[in-house]
């Protein structure tokens, strides 16, 4: 054999070996850093969604505690109530605020005076009037709302209606509490539910009708109330 040709030979034998070789170790690099990619790619996902359950879970678990705590917190500054017997209620002091909370006026309302516990707690707040008083005028006037003899006029006022039940009981617990129950006021003869009746109703038993539903509403809240504080204990 020629030599110059079995130098070539040789050579391109050796250089057709590298070649093949770093064919070779290319792939298996290429192979490993794929692998690798995955693994990492698949440890992240996994580790991304277990932080997600175990965040998820965190966030049930604060979410059920923190209405838990603030359920208890409710309760406790509510605290018990009195529940007042038909006499201590006819000589209740009506231009006191109730106390009472929406929760607790959920427990009272019937019919068609469902939905204004809202607005009776509002006329709690910004007036000086017991909203008690105004429910069981709402409650005695008009069947709980099933009988108004002019729109919206839940309470007996007047001799014309309102635009909504909201309207009446703003109207009239303003009414009650400036005009009847304050000392000022042009209606007023003290601050009684029979006081209230000398000069809102002809009906002389007016104000033990109403101060009878105003019993039961404080019982009701009252039984209730407690109920759930002895529960808690």
Known sequence: MDTKKEKFSIKHTILITLAVILFCGGLTVFGYNYALKAAINNSVEEARANAKESAAQAKDIDIAEELRQKTIKDVKENGKMKSYSYAEVCSMDMSIPSGVS???LKLVTRYNL???EEKLYQMDNDYNLNCLLLLGIASHESAYGTIQFHPNNLCGYGYSGFSSKEECLDTVGRVLAKSYLDPSGSFY???TIDSVNKTYAADPAWDSKVA???????????A???KRIDELK
């Open 224 to 226: 209730e109330r407690n």
């Open 189 to 191: 003869k003290g601050k």
């Open 212 to 222: 009878r539903k105003v019993t039961s509403f404080y019982q009701t809240i009252a």
């Open 114 to 116: 469902v939905g204004l």
């Open 102 to 104: 929406v929760a607790d």
